[in-house]
């Protein structure tokens, strides 16, 4: 039994030892190696991270109602009286308050009072006066001077009141020069 194992594997060595059918693969290495080898890119550069710093911290939270302070300490909301429904708007009513500027102003010689003009995205240019509604928020213009018109907002406080905030369109520079 030994000498038949020690036969078969004397056949199986042969076998192996030939190199005279192996000349196809060895061609085939070699041209495989002379072929220019693939380049991969390096791996991309990543920007650092700078941390944002949070520079509001100390100023009112936009989800709180605003609050002001009686004679005896304790908190009040600012309410105002809800905006008229019923009274027709103004032209200057159908625009928001980023949609218009102020591009000038008017005075007559023989009144005081001054009233401004303001142009919307379109370049349609409206005379103002104080009392004259404007925005979407139910401004009213309540001051007009030579650089800046004072507007007071009555919006809805999210708890069924309305509080009132100011905001001032300033006279837009290098008006008239277009």
């Not at 944002?52 to 304790?74: I, K």
């Amino acid at each position: 039994m030994m000498r038949i194992l020690l036969i078969a594997f004397a056949a199986f060595l042969a076998g192996c030892s030939g190199t005279s059918d192996i000349q196809d693969l060895q061609a085939f290495t070699q041209e495989i190696q002379a072929k220019p080898r693939g380049r991969i890119d390096p791996l991309p550069e990543f920007e650092t991270y700078s941390a944002f710093v949070y520079g509001a911290s100390a100023l009112r939270s936009p989800f709180e109602a605003p609050v002001t302070m009686d004679e005896s300490g304790r908190l009040n909301s600012i309410l105002v009286e809800a905006p008229d429904a019923a009274r027709p708007k103004e032209a200057l009513e159908y625009f928001s308050l980023n949609e218009l500027s102020l591009v000038g102003t008017l005075a007559k010689a023989e009144q005081n009072a001054l009233s401004g003009l303001i142009r919307n995205q379109s370049g349609s240019v409206f005379r103002i006066l104080v009392g004259n509604y404007i925005g979407k928020n139910h401004g009213k213009i309540v001051a007009i001077q030579e650089s800046q018109v004072d507007i007071i907002e009555v919006v809805p406080n999210g708890s069924g009141g309305w509080i009132s905030r100011p905001h001032t369109l300033l006279l837009e520079t290098g008006a008239g020069a277009e």
